[in-house]
T-cell receptor, first 114, second 111 residues
Framework: DGGITQSPKYLFRKEGQNVTLSCEQN?????MYWYRQDPGQGLRLIYY???????QKGDIAEGYSVSREKKESFPLTVTSAQKNPTAFYLC?????????????FGSGTRLTVV | SQQGEEDPQALSIQEGENATMNCSYK?????LQWYRQNSGRGLVHLIL???NEREKHSGRLRVTLDTSKKSSSLLITASRAADTASYFC???????????WGAGTKLIIKP
């Protein structure tokens, strides 16, 4: 079955450490997205990518970095510059023609600073 | 950017009753989408309604869109315990490559 796989499900980060969250999709979608969700809140866009080797900053890109070397993969690195990284991170994908269908989401990664 | 606002923020009803959630937005849109999120999980796409549509059905779900009032409603009929979740609306304005999300309505179905 097609879908999006996020790993790990839970991640613990020490102060000053960079961590990378994985996102892989086999839906052949061109566009991929990273969102941050804080408790009781909606989704805030971190980065998005419409095609391979290209990506754009969202509303809260500071302290995060991404790459898009393959269509299937869009990893997110939470750097030490992100001062409050504890949150639930969601990856999503969509076809280029978003008017026909919505986004497909992964099951999320919960990141905690220890 | 957050332009959608869901109303109410929380809703608790008895199983079997109907649940209605509302979403308001600020700018012109191409489509509006509703998603469900179970606790600690990813979001699941429920239904998409285009700006030239006024009503859409999918199983027990009914969505309406009023572009003159910039609002939408999601009706879940004959609610079940499994409907307990948070529901989000998201608008697609095609002005950039982003969906704009509301903060969600938390729905609790009491057995």
């Amino acid at each position: 079955d097609g879908g999006i796989t996020q790993s790990p499900k839970y991640l613990f980060r020490k102060e000053g450490q960079n961590v990378t969250l994985s996102c892989e999709q086999n839906l052949n979608h061109d566009a991929m997205y990273w969102y941050r969700q804080d408790p009781g809140q909606g989704l805030r866009l971190i980065y998005y990518s419409q095609i391979v080797n290209d990506f754009q900053k969202g509303d809260i890109a500071e302290g995060y970095s991404v790459s898009r070397e393959k269509k299937e993969s869009f990893p997110l690195t939470v750097t030490s510059a992100q001062k409050n990284p504890t949150a639930f991170y969601l990856c999503a994908s969509s076809p280029t023609d978003r008017g026909a269908t919505g986004y497909t989401f992964g099951s999320g990664t919960r990141l905690t600073v220890v | 950017s957050q332009q959608g606002e869901e109303d109410p923020q929380a809703l608790s009803i008895q199983e079997g009753e109907n649940a209605t959630m509302n979403c308001s937005y600020k700018t012109s849109i191409n489509n509006l989408q509703w998603y469900r999120q179970n606790s600690g999980r990813g979001l699941v796409h429920l239904i998409l309604i285009r700006s030239n549509e006024r009503e859409k059905h999918s199983g027990r779900l009914r969505v309406t869109l009023d572009t003159s009032k910039k609002s939408s409603s999601l009706l879940i009929t004959a609610s079940r315990a499994a409907d307990t979740a948070s529901y989000f609306c998201a608008t697609d304005a095609y002005s950039n490559y982003q969906l704009i999300w509301g903060a969600g309505t938390k729905l609790i179905i009491k057995p």
